[in-house]
């Protein structure tokens, strides 16, 4: 099979979208996991995070509890137009007229399992981005706070930032594989091959922009008997930040899912959380970044790969 002429380029990952029979109940999960409610319309809820990003979530009323897609910003305009002619299933460009901060979308479904992918140009950035303090330590041998200053917290959930990245399950790794690589400026930062076959099962890819640096990765696949999505991730301030979070989902009842714990591949620092309907979200802090010069790295799929700390629970790579 024939690749592209071009690989569409990709800016940024940008928002997700989740279809859910509740929409009230999975909003209370939205406001308790960090989200802040910026529109709302009669079948849809938008959520920003304290970044420029007009949206970065986006809650959908309907009739069975399902993804609904990931949205990448596109570099120009001419890739919106270049996507909706050459990717399966693929939407004529359209106009985004309800969402926050407005722009252009192409939508396709992806070859391998059908999953809803978005593509959008020019949608305006928020221009009331929030930063939060950055704190200081006192470690064993360097003190870095000022005399008589103290550390004090506010119990509340985890502001996010924005969306970091997402994952699949996916039936067919190669076929996946070669189709994301080669239609859009994807690079594998780590590959992960089944220790008793030695066949790649599960990929890490970020945005390949040149000497411009990107989180370690923006997707990731790996290959399993059915197809559902993994989690999406999002990240928050600091690790003080994420763990008030978790402390405030613990308290609100709702199912943790496996966290707080540090990454391996990626570095970050993760907490992942059931919403009300089983889709898994994830809070992240410090998380590597990486430019077009790091090579590839390959290594076995092994639970000493996945993190340092943190209690494993087991089906984790299942749902």
């Known amino acids: 099979m024939t690749g592209p002429e071009r690989k569409i ?97 192409v939508t396709f479904r992806e070859p391998v399992d059908g999953f809803l992918w978005h593509l959008v140009y020019g949608q305006k950035l928020r221009d009331d981005e929030r930063t939060l303090p950055t704190l200081k330590f006192n470690f064993p041998t360097k003190k870095e706070r000022a005399p008589n200053t103290f550390q004090r917290f506010e119990q509340r959930p985890a502001p996010v930032h924005k969306l970091g990245h997402f994952g699949f399950c996916h039936t067919d790794w190669q076929k996946a594989f070669d189709f994301y690589h080669s239609h859009f400026n994807l690079k594998p930062s780590e590959i992960q091959s089944d220790p008793k076959t030695d066949k790649p099962c599960m990929v890490f890819s970020r945005l390949d922009l040149g000497d411009e640096l990107v989180d370690h990765h923006c997707f990731f696949f790996f290959e399993g008997p059915k197809a559902h999505v993994h989690h999406s991730s999002f990240e928050t301030h600091d690790f003080d930040t994420q763990v008030l979070g978790h402390d405030w989902l613990r308290h609100k009842g709702y199912e943790n899912l496996w966290g707080v714990g540090r990454h391996i591949m990626g570095s970050q620092i993760f907490d992942y959380w059931y919403d009300p309907d089983r889709f898994v979200l994830e809070h992240y802090v410090d998380g590597d970044l990486l430019n077009g010069k790091e090579d590839t790295k390959l290594s076995k799929a092994t639970l000493d790969t996945l993190y340092v700390w943190g209690e494993y629970q087991s089906g984790l790579l299942v749902k």
């Open 9 to 105: 380029q990709l800016a940024k990952i940008a928002h997700v979208y989740y279809k859910h029979k509740d929409l009230e109940k999975a909003h209370e999960f939205a406001i308790d996991f960090g989200f802040e409610e910026v529109a709302r319309t009669n079948d849809k809820i938008y959520y920003r995070g304290y970044g420029r990003e007009p949206f970065v979530y986006c809650l959908v009323k309907a009739d069975e509890d399902e993804f609904g897609g990931t949205a990448f910003a596109v570099e120009h305009e001419e890739d919106l137009e270049y996507a909706s002619k050459i990717l399966p299933n693929a939407t004529e460009v359209y106009e985004l007229k309800d969402a926050p901060g407005g722009g252009k979308c």
